[in-house]
Each structure stands twice: as structure tokens, then as C-alpha cells.
């Protein structure tokens, strides 16, 4: 853990709309942190459709979910905004001398002026493998994503899953390589793919080389022995339940949203979703705000452009909280010299 980070803004998610939060903030000169659970930015753009197209971003007839994440980078660039990526935001709260507390599952804390929730859905996170007993084995024998490659070389490696995590992981180990497993087992409940049909192309090869299996079935069950997982009884599509060895068990079902900690900051909350008023998008607590999908409000529609004017509005409500004694006047960036400065465009 470091020390404190002071700042005046920290911003809680890093979808779309946490992104244009930085640029909003940074149009008033205020810089930000940004926080995600996930391990780069984008949100649901770059989770759930980073290669479907977007029709309704003003001004922009269509971009991918990927290029709207780039796009929002690049423009964003000028504002310095720090990210801190791969943790969830866990705890936050008041100080006596009116500043939050806010702490990530990394142990990185802040002590901000105001916060920004735009935390969407929820924090991503991987759905489990629901077998009883296999809880024990997590971070030694049974991982849901892969940090370090090298920690599974010349394993025995049975990887779940039909989307391209596990296709693309399983075809990584089975190669020849620094990371080449000593074999690799792919099982799925069906002959059917939610990946890219080139990667289900090489699976297809490397099982007909011999150097990797794909095995239709689920897991129903684990074998013990010492302490150790030693294998995964897998019901096959005929009925029948096969034991499979293992050293590691690679499990790639995908992500869930979960709202997890949020519901504990004491916001004023409806239906999973935090309530604000529509002048400022600040929540019930004061200096706290809330935009994009994870907020509500009458008339609310979860769209993108929805979440960027919220952006544009909190951080004008925002701005009091950090500078007190300043009026803050409207800008045009077309026009203004002093946000030319600030963009870096003079
Ligand atoms: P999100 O994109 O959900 O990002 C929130 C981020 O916060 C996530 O990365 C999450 O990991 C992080 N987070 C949450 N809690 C924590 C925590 N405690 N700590 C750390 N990080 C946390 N909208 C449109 O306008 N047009 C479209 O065409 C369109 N198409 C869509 C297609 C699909 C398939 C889907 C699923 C959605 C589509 N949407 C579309 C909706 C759009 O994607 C959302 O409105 C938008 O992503 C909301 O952005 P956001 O930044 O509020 O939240």
C-alpha cells in the first residue's frame, strides 16, 4: 500500500462516461483519478460489444465500442487523468473536515474533495465456477484470469469455457512457446463458440495435431487427494461422467456486473440504481455525484450521450466544493484562450 493520494476529484469507473468525466473536470481545471475494477478502461463498450457498431454518438455516424473508448482517450489526453486499473473501490467515507475516503481493493487510498460514481452496472467480475468445494483451491489451482502466462507452463491445464478468453488462452498454451503447457484440455458444454470463428478454426487444427483436446460436457464435480485438486468429473453429452486430470483449471465463463460495495456508502438508493437531482446529478450525500447508467432520476434513459451531459453538469456542481471562492463562468472551447490553454492547443 502507498500513502494518501490528495486530490479534489476521484472518479469511480472508467466506462464511457467516467472517461468524459475527466474531460469535463478538466475543462474547469480540475484534475482527476480514475478507478476500475476491470484492467483497462471502456467499460461496457470494451466488455460486452467493442467490435458492434454505435449509431447514436452525436456527430459520430458510427464507431465500435472500441473506437468510442479510443476516441474518448485521445481527447482526454491533455487532462493528465490518473488511472489506477485492476482494483474495485470498496470503502468510502466522510471526514470530519468534509473530504471522502476512499479505498480500493489494492489498498490505494484517497482523500478527495468530491467523487464521482460512474460505476455503471457494477464492478465487472468473473462468474464462478459453482462446484462445491472448489472455492479452496482459488489463486492456487483453479484461476479465472491469467496474470503471468509463465505460471502455467509444462502444466497439465483444463481450461472451461466457450467464448475467446478461452479459446484464445487455450490455443496460447497449446502452442509452441515460452508458455507452451505440458497438455491442454478445452472443455464446453457444446460444440458451439461465442468467439471468433478463426480461433474455433485453430482449436479444430491443434486437436487434429494432437496437441490439445476439446472435450464436449460439464463439470459436475471435483477429485481430492492430499489437499490438492486432482482432477474434474466432467458429464459428457452421452450421460456419462469421465474424470479428467488436472494440475490447473483455467475457468473463463465471462464477467457480471455486481453492484457490491456501493450499496454500503449510504447513498439514497432505488432499485440498484443511486438517486440524484437532475441540476447537478449529486447524489444524497453532498460532494458526492453519480452519472451514467448506474444512476436515476426521472425520465432517465441508460444511454451514452445521456452520461456525457450528466458529466458536463456535475462537474459545474462540482466545482464550488473545490474552488470555494471562484465564480465559474461557461466557455466555449472554440473560443475561450484559457481552456485553449488548458486543452493544450494555444
Ligand atoms: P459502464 O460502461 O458500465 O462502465 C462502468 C465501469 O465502472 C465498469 O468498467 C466497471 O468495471 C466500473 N466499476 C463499477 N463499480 C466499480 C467499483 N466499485 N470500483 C471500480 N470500478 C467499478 N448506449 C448507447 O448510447 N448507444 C448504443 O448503441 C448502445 N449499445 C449498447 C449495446 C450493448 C450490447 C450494451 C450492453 C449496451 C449498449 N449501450 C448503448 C449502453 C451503454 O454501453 C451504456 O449506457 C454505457 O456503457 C454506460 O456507461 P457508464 O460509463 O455509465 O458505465
Redesign the pocket.
Known amino acids: 500500500p502507498q500513502g494518501v493520494i490528495e486530490t479534489d476529484a476521484v472518479i469511480?469507473?472508467?466506462?464511457?462516461?467516467?472517461l468524459f468525466q475527466v474531460f469535463e473536470l478538466g475543462l474547469l481545471e480540475v484534475k482527476a483519478h480514475i478507478?476500475?475494477?476491470?484492467a483497462y478502461p471502456?467499460?461496457?463498450?470494451i466488455?460486452?460489444?467493442p467490435d458492434?457498431p454505435?449509431?447514436?454518438?452525436p456527430a459520430v455516424p458510427v464507431c465500435t465500442g472500441r473506437e468510442l473508448t479510443d476516441n474518448l482517450l485521445k481527447q482526454i489526453e491533455p487532462f493528465g487523468a490518473t488511472f489506477h486499473l485492476g482494483?474495485?473501490?470498496?470503502v468510502v467515507e466522510k471526514q470530519q473536515d468534509g473530504r471522502f475516503r476512499v479505498e480500493?481493493s489494492k489498498g490505494t487510498s484517497f482523500l478527495t474533495r468530491t467523487l464521482f460514481i460512474?460505476?455503471?452496472?457494477?464492478?465487472?467480475q468473473p462468474r464462478l465456477l459453482k462446484i462445491d468445494g472448489i472455492e479452496k483451491y482459488d489463486g492456487t489451482q483453479v484461476f479465472y484470469r491469467v496474470k503471468n502466462p509463465g505460471d502455467f507452463a509444462g502444466k497439465h491445464l483444463v481450461i472451461v469455457g466457450g467464448g475467446d478468453s478461452a479459446l484464445d488462452w487455450s490455443l496460447n498454451f497449446a502452442q509452441e512457446g515460452p508458455h507452451r503447457a505440458e497438455s491442454v484440455i478445452l472443455i464446453h458444454r457444446r460444440d458451439g463458440f461465442r468467439a471468433a470463428p478463426a480461433s474455433v478454426a485453430r482449436m479444430h487444427e491443434r486437436c487434429a495435431a494432437m496437441e490439445m483436446q476439446f472435450v464436449v460436457g460439464q463439470i459436475s464435480g471435483i477429485d481430492e487427494a492430499g489437499g490438492r485438486l486432482t482432477g474434474v468429473k466432467v458429464m459428457g453429452s452421452d450421460g456419462v461422467t469421465r474424470v479428467v486430470p488436472l494440475d490447473v483449471l483455467l475457468v473463463f465463463f465471462g464477467l457480471s456486473?455486481k453492484l457490491?460495495?456501493?450499496a454500503e456508502w449510504g447513498l439514497a438508493l432505488e432499485r440498484k440504481q443511486i438517486l440524484v437531482d437532475t441540476e447537478k446529478f449529486e447524489t444524497s450525500i453532498p460532494g458526492i455525484f453519480a452519472?451514467?447508467?448506474?444512476n436515476t432520476y426521472a425520465g432517465k434513459k441508460?444511454?451514452?450521450?445521456s452520461?456525457f451531459h450528466e458529466a458536463a453538469l456535475a462537474a459545474f456542481g462540482a466545482a464550488p466544493y473545490i474552488f470555494p471562492d471562484k465564480r465559474i463562468h461557461l466557455q466555449y472551447t472554440t473560443t475561450s484562450p484559457k481552456l485553449h490553454k488548458v486543452l493544450g492547443v494555444e
Do not use: N, R, W
Not at 454505435?54 to 454518438?57: A, E, P, S, T, V
Open positions: 469511480v469507473g472508467a466506462g464511457p462516461v467516467g478507478i476500475d475494477s476491470l471502456g467499460g461496457q463498450c466488455e460486452l460489444y458492434k454505435i449509431y447514436d454518438i482494483q474495485e473501490v470498496s480500493t460512474a460505476a455503471g452496472v457494477g464492478a465487472f456486473p457490491g460495495p456501493i452519472v451514467g447508467d448506474i441508460k444511454l451514452i450521450v452520461g
